[in-house]
Antibody
Framework: EVQLVESGGGLVQPGGSLRLSCAAS????????MSWVRQAPGKGLEWVAN????????YYVDSVKGRFTISRDNAKNSLYLQMNSLRAEDTAVYYC??????????????WGQGTMVTVSS | SSELTQDPAVSVALGQTVRITCQGD??????ASWYQQKPGQAPVLVIY???NRPSGIPDRFSGSSSGNTASLTITGAQAEDEADYYC???????????FGGGTKLTVL
């Protein structure tokens, strides 16, 4: 079964750090771009960052540049998101998602169940 | 702010047809993908590309595109289609990813 399972969420104080993990199974992880997408309580979906199959390219939404780092370990079929200098506005459910990338097509075809990150004192 | 614009809310009578739209400059170069999200659940891909449905998605869901506007059509809406719907594509630069703000669909 194709599956993504996130972990590492929790309550953290403003200015703190947290590392999210996403374990992939049921497909060849090293063949896909991967992303983190978040959803603040009661709000819409927001793409956060993505990483190329071999880790050579990484992109971020402006609001997290310089604070968040996406990485992957293909040997462990795992995706990570290191989050530093966390702010209240980073509070959200964070989803790991597999990307389907073809000419003129971009889609997230597999999603994890999400992990909640709460930034509060 | 999102580079893709969706109407915040749309309603449809049970069994009728509804169209949900998504507008943005990047849609002149990239197809929109569409996601259904029910409360407390992860999003589910329902349409991608020109008009492709992943396995398990009912054929009452279809997609179309014209200029800078993409549309998701549900033909014969069912009660279980009541959900939030999001579009996404690459942004105009082609490097980043964007989502629309979402449309809450109510089935009356």
């Amino acid at each position: 079964e194709v599956q993504l399972v996130e972990s590492g969420g929790g309550l953290v104080q403003p200015g703190g750090s947290l590392r999210l993990s996403c374990a992939a199974s049921g497909f060849t992880f090293s063949s896909y771009w991967m992303s983190w997408v978040r959803q603040a309580p009661g709000k819409g979906l927001e793409w956060v960052a993505n990483i190329k199959q071999d880790g050579s390219e990484k992109y971020y939404v402006d609001s997290v540049k310089g604070r968040f780092t996406i990485s992957r370990d293909n040997a462990k079929n795992s995706l990570y998101l290191q989050m530093n200098s966390l702010r209240a506005e980073d509070t959200a459910v964070y989803y790991c998602a597999r990307e389907m990338v073809r000419m003129a097509i971009h889609a997230f075809d597999i999603w994890g169940q999400g992990t909640m990150v709460t930034v509060s004192s | 702010s999102s580079e893709l614009t969706q109407d915040p809310a749309v309603s449809v009578a049970l069994g009728q047809t509804v169209r949900i739209t998504c507008q943005g400059d990047s849609l002149r170069s990239y197809y929109a993908s569409w996601y259904q999200q029910k409360p407390g659940q992860a999003p589910v891909l329902v349409i991608y590309g020109k008009n492709n449905r992943p396995s398990g998605i009912p054929d009452r869901f279809s997609g179309s595109s014209s200029g800078n506007t993409a549309s998701l059509t549900i033909t014969g809406a069912q009660a279980e289609d009541e959900a939030d719907y999001y579009c996404n594509s690459r942004d105009s630069s082609g490097n980043l990813v964007v989502f629309g703000g979402g449309t809450k669909l109510t089935v009356l």
